[in-house]
């Protein structure tokens, strides 16, 4: 197969590049999704799912290749985190503390270990050359994973506790990465 016109190697760097790009490009860039295209919150959490498994995959095989265990900050299980933020944008919020833990620190905790496997997933692939912002802008910008983060801040913005409401406002979405997420909450506060 020739890569390119000008190209009479079977495979070039470029094509090799553009392919693993594509391979390791399996989200979808949310900011590019209308209204239309999830309907609603289940459409959300379903594809959020299946783009949280994919690299939940790559993360557990990057691990079991370099013979480590796969450490969280939550000591949550990936179904369990994925349920703990589905539940919470749901409404479904547990009350009061949870194995110890109050809401907004496992809330916290969760978020890290997610971005950790999103990270992780992507930037051990072979032969990615990516600098730190652009893995930040890679997550923020073009996954779904993202996207329920800002749902989770969007609830926490109008919690009734004290420390949740201050998870939502400094805690969940870096600085640098908030001005792709004000068009989902009204504004930012």
């Not at 890569?3 to 495979?11: I, L």
């Not at 800002?150 to 870096?174: T, W, Y």
């Not at 001005?179 to 506060?189: A, L, M």
């Amino acid at each position: 197969m020739i890569c390119h016109a000008d190209c009479k190697e079977t495979r070039c760097k470029d094509s090799v590049k553009n392919t693993e790009q594509e391979q390791l490009s399996t989200t979808v860039n949310f900011a590019d999704l209308t209204t239309g295209e999830l309907a609603g919150k289940d459409d959300l959490f379903m594809q959020f799912r299946a783009e949280y498994n994919r690299m939940q995959i790559r993360y557990i095989q990057d691990h079991a290749r370099q013979g480590q265990g796969v450490g969280r900050l939550s000591d949550l299980q990936s179904e369990e985190i994925f349920a703990l933020l589905c539940d919470f944008v749901s409404g479904k919020e547990r009350r009061g503390n949870i194995d110890g833990r109050e809401i907004s620190d496992l809330l916290r905790l969760a978020i890290k270990d997610l971005i950790a496997c999103y990270l992780a997933g992507f930037s051990t692939q072979k032969n990615t050359s990516i600098d730190v912002s652009e893995l930040y802008d890679w997550f923020w910008g073009q996954t779904l994973a993202a996207r329920v983060i800002s749902e989770v801040r969007n609830v926490c913005m109008k919690h009734p506790r004290d420390d949740v409401r201050f998870l939502g406002i400094a805690q969940l979405i870096p600085l640098n990465q908030m001005y792709r997420f004000t068009h989902s909450c009204g504004g930012d506060e």
